[in-house]
């Protein structure tokens, strides 16, 4: 869907092989997802991996990754508001990254599921924002894929709606909203809180 | 992945749409099976369930349609033995019509499960030896999709390697395995007994 070449500095795996091979390989992955959380006995209670198995069909599908990426597809050349592009990438990008995360406290039975989905919502946009931010500030070698690609293609991002300045000061304010959700977490939300700067701070 | 331009008589959902769309529905609806699988009290039983949330990330994963699907792929223009061919439609689409019947055995918690999956192969491949057969003897407004379009594009069939009087008694043999595999049940299996004859019997 996507027409960059270049991911980690590499052929992506359309260019490297082709179109047919992509699509198939990406349909694999996923079943494989699946295939990975039915294992039997993963879970400690059956009931808790039938969650996580929810969680994942929920963020991959039309109410997730599947549907934000119809929308992307219907955007390109149209003015989004703000609330759009969030909702654009709450669904796109945000839902599986949020699945990340809530599979991790549903694995445990946390009861602290709440915090880490406010969490994960945030750090998804952030990691969306900074991506839009490095598109324009970044050069390809460091990005490691195409720079330039969606001003050059006229896709709505954070920095076209905000500006470059305050595309990054709402990055921050993401970072903060991330690190603040943990609030109630001790040290066992180390990785998440690491996390959350490593996605906010990076420059590929 | 096919050239098909019909189903069932109309536009299939890339040409009514265009490629994008068809590829985000099917990821989409792919994501929706396993929503609706994973839907809490589903089953009884939730170790029940998670094994049919497991047969049918197999099913359509690397080790099922995908995987079948990238087999087909590389072998158009290419020289198959039967058993090759057998292979790849066992994948393609054997898989998943296995899966359907394996799950219904599953959730009712049948004994008889093997009973079943033999079943399932045999009309899974019936399906696909009708189908070449139609592909060669329907025409296309019967069929509900464009007639001739595997031998027009150099594909390996049953009709191809087997010859069309032989395909035909193929495929009867296969009905019969089907109809066979189910002895041990009664009346419950009438249905399934049904499916398999019209999967055989079909003009279209």
Redo the contacts between chains.
Sequence with gaps: ?DDDDLRRGKPSCHKQFDD??A??V???????A??V????DLCTQ??H???M??I???A???T????G??ID?ESVGKPLSQSELENMHQLKTGALIQAAALLGGVSGNSAQTKAIRIYAQNVGLAFQVIDDILDVEADTTTLGKTAGKDAGSHKPTYVSILGLADAKQHAQLLYNNAIHALASFGNEAARLRELAGFITQRRF
Aim: glycine fraction near 10%; avoid cysteine; hydrophobic fraction near 45%.
């Design positions: 869907m047919a091979t699509l198939l990406g349909d694999a992955l996923q079943s494989l699946f295939e959380l039915s294992q039997p059956a009931s991996q039938i969650s198995l929810s994942l069909a929920k991959s599908g039309s997730g990754m599947a549907g990426q119809a597809l």
